[in-house]
């Protein structure tokens, strides 16, 4: 078992508690099959498999390239004798009756998992915005951020390092490296598309060099966007059209209903790269928390991520505090020099889905 103790899995289990006060579980437990509601741990299981009956101990993996075909088992869901059946489902509490009891609640939750974190072996992904720099505050641990030389991430995080009295190593990029990773990376993860190789890129590169520092454990901010409201197409809502939401809540649900997929790409990701992810912001806790927000705490006007950014002012300078920040793979340059390697190789624009070709060439 992965994750939480199997104690914990078991009364999850028996009592069907989607957030039962873990940081995520995937495994087998007394020939059950399960993964959390959230899929914070991969899972993987034979393609050819049927959906009945307990599976076979060589018929599922963690890591789906000891499998022939592998795929996800779905978040939330268990297998055993009658076959696989969802246990768990994202509940749909009533919003906390006060603001300041909504802050005060987010406040204990995120301080409480971030603060339980053992620092041992452990360092930070730190790209300078609100959530990576929570961590910073509260965390005994080295600063990494992964980005070309005149990259958003880079820069934003020298500078919350020095409003933090604090140095961070900064992990350059380079063309020989992405064409490096590239296959590493769709190996791992059995993944060629564009999007998801250019999230990746970063977040391995930066990890091969923590691991390369003699650590075995990265914290990262994961999560935070998508529980507190900060993408735009949330804050947008029911505008946009990249969500179905007619609300901020509704669309605050939908992106974290997204979270097993991202979550099983990164973490696969980094495992390849030689660490283990750490991510305290997707404890049960701080996630029980951001459902209970009422959409003005999530988006107000122009703010995102309001009712965190009310936390983080309590451990950061407001300049941090109320940092906006870019998606990692544009932020560190690595989708705009991705696409750059894949015109010089001839894989232009006008041709479909031109890096996702360039990268499938390389992984050939």
Do not use: C
């Not at 899929?39 to 993996?61: C, T």
């Not at 600063?143 to 995080?157: K, M």
């Not at 009310?310 to 705009?336: C, M, N």
């Amino acid at each position: 078992m992965q994750g939480a103790d199997t104690d914990a899995v078991a009364d999850a289990l028996e009592r069907g508690d989607a957030l039962a006060g873990t940081g995520g579980f995937a495994g087998e437990l007394d020939g059950t099959l399960v993964r959390d509601v959230l899929g914070r741990y991969p899972l993987f299981v034979e393609r050819s498999v049927s959906e009945e009956g307990r599976l076979d101990p060589e018929k599922w993996s963690h890591d789906p390239t000891a499998l022939a075909d592998p795929r996800s088992f779905p978040a939330g869901h268990v297998r055993d004798d009658s076959g696989t059946r969802r246990r768990w489902t994202l509940p749909s509490p009533d919003p906390f009756d006060t603001r300041e009891t909504a802050i005060e609640r987010v406040r204990a939750a995120v301080e409480t998992s971030i603060d339980a974190v053992d620092t041992d072996g452990l360092a930070i992904a730190f790209s300078g915005g609100v959530d990576s720099a929570l961590l910073a505050a509260r965390l005994d641990a080295p600063l990494y951020v992964a980005g070309f030389p005149d990259s958003h991430d880079v820069a934003a995080a020298r500078s919350a390092a020095d409003l933090l009295g604090t140095e961070v190593r900064v992990v350059e990029l380079t063309h020989d490296a992405i064409e490096r990773a590239v296959p590493e990376i769709a190996s791992a993860t059995a993944r060629t598309n564009a999007m998801d190789v250019q999230i990746a890129l970063p977040l391995y590169l930066g990890a091969e060099q923590v691991a390369a520092d003699g650590f075995d454990r990265l914290a990262l901010g994961q999560g935070a966007d998508e529980l507190f409201g900060g993408y735009a197409k949330v804050a947008k809502a029911p505008e946009d059209p990249r969500v179905e939401a007619d609300t901020v809540r509704g669309a605050q649900r939908e992106v974290i209903a997204s979270l097993p997929d991202q979550l099983e790409r990164d973490v696969l990701a980094l495992r390849a790269a030689g660490v283990e992810p750490v991510t305290p912001l997707l404890h049960d806790r701080v996630v029980d928390a951001a459902l209970r927000l009422d959409g003005d705490l999530l988006v107000d006007g122009e703010t995102r991520k309001v009712a965190l950014r009310a936390v983080a002012r309590e451990s950061l300078p407001d300049e941090i505090a109320d940092r906006d920040k870019k998606a990692a793979q544009y932020g560190s340059l690595a989708a705009r020099e991705l696409d750059r390697l894949a015109r010089q190789a001839g894989y232009k624009r006008r041709m479909d889905n031109h890096v996702t070709q360039y990268i499938e060439s390389l992984v050939e």
